[in-house]
């Protein structure tokens, strides 16, 4: 879980080797755009990040998830809340499901 008060990108952008390993955390992200802004960065920025990483990005509801392939998404969110809740993860690592033993 990052919530770092704006300062996702830094911790994102110091987790390169780890998002880009053979197995990259699943992530629980909070976003403030303004408080992102206050560091330089954009929703933009994060999504292309994650984008380059391999993450798919879900805006988490209250009730479910809605996936968000962009910021525009993310701003276009029925109620676009000051802050959102992202659940991100790699489709290609975490999507493998394992038999029962």
């Known amino acids: 879980k990052i919530d770092v008060e704006g300062a996702e990108m830094l911790v994102l952008r110091g987790m390169k080797k780890i ?3 053979s197995s990259p955390p699943l992530l ?3 976003f403030v755009p303004a408080w992102a ?3 330089g ?3 933009s920025d994060l999504f292309s990040l994650l984008d380059k990483a391999g ?3 879900f805006f988490m509801g209250k009730d479910e998830l809605t996936p968000c392939h962009n910021s525009e998404d993310m701003y ?4 676009f809340p000051t802050f959102v809740d992202f659940f991100c993860f790699v489709p290609e690592i975490h999507a493998r499901t394992k038999s029962p033993s």
């Open 19 to 21: 998002l880009s390993s």
């Open 28 to 30: 629980v992200l909070e």
């Open 37 to 39: 802004k206050d560091f």
């Open 41 to 43: 960065f954009s929703a």
């Open 55 to 57: 993450y798919a990005v």
């Open 76 to 79: 276009r969110l029925v109620s």
